[in-house]
Structures are given as structure tokens and as C-alpha cells.
């Protein structure tokens, strides 16, 4: 990676947050949600974007995700708009599961610890 893509993934993480929390309007989002990381190909043509939801309810978690990447569009058009770079990439939305997956690897670990104890 270059300095200059890094920068640009920075400044994308930093802008794209902020337009899910404060200016789109999507009434399925409903879930406290985190942009992670932004991963910007070197010809900036598509960047990955990580989403981490903290849900228990994994129905309005998938509606929150929904909304997000549906938002794709309108995302694009506000970071052209404020942002001055002659390319906006496609931004590719990825749901990071490794929160949950961690979650369910200490409820196996603690299970374990439960069974030695006993």
C-alpha cells in the first residue's frame, strides 16, 4: 500500500461513518453498527468497507447491513461532492462476523472450564 492509499482509506472510513450516522435517513437501520476498515484498491475503482453490527437480534442486524450497502450510491455522490479526488470508488460493503465468532468461541471456552470444574 502507498501512503497516498492509505490516507484515502483513512479519509474514506472517517467520511462514510459519518454519513451513515448522521445523514442517511434509512429507517432499517436500527443497530449500533461500526465502519471497521477501508480497504481502497491501488486504481481506485472499488474499496472494501468492513461493517461490525452489535446486535442480539440478528433479523434487524441483516435489515441494518441491508440498508447500509443500499446506501452505496448516495455515499458515493456525498464523498465526490466533499471530498476532491477525481475518482470515487465503488464502495463494496463486507459484514465483519469476527465479533460474533469471537463471542462464540468464549462461550465454548467457558462451557469447557464449566465441564472441568464439575
Not at 450497502?69 to 469476527?98: C, G, N, Q, W, Y
Amino acid at each position: 500500500m502507498t501512503n497516498r492509499t492509505d490516507k484515502l482509506n483513512a479519509e474514506f472510513k472517517r467520511y462514510i461513518a459519518e454519513l451513515l450516522t448522521k445523514k442517511v435517513k434509512d429507517p432499517r437501520i436500527t443497530e449500533m453498527f461500526t465502519v471497521l476498515d477501508v480497504d481502497c484498491d491501488r486504481e481506485l475503482s472499488t474499496a472494501k468497507v468492513y461493517i461490525s453490527i452489535y446486535s442480539t437480534d440478528s433479523d434487524r442486524a441483516a435489515q441494518t447491513f441491508i440498508a447500509i450497502r443500499d446506501s452505496e450510491a448516495f455515499i458515493r455522490r456525498e464523498i465526490s461532492k466533499s471530498m476532491h479526488i477525481r475518482k470515487v470508488p465503488k464502495f463494496d460493503f463486507i459484514l465483519d462476523t469476527s465479533m460474533s465468532y469471537g463471542q462464540k468461541i468464549n462461550e465454548i471456552l467457558n462451557a469447557i472450564k464449566t465441564d472441568d470444574d464439575n
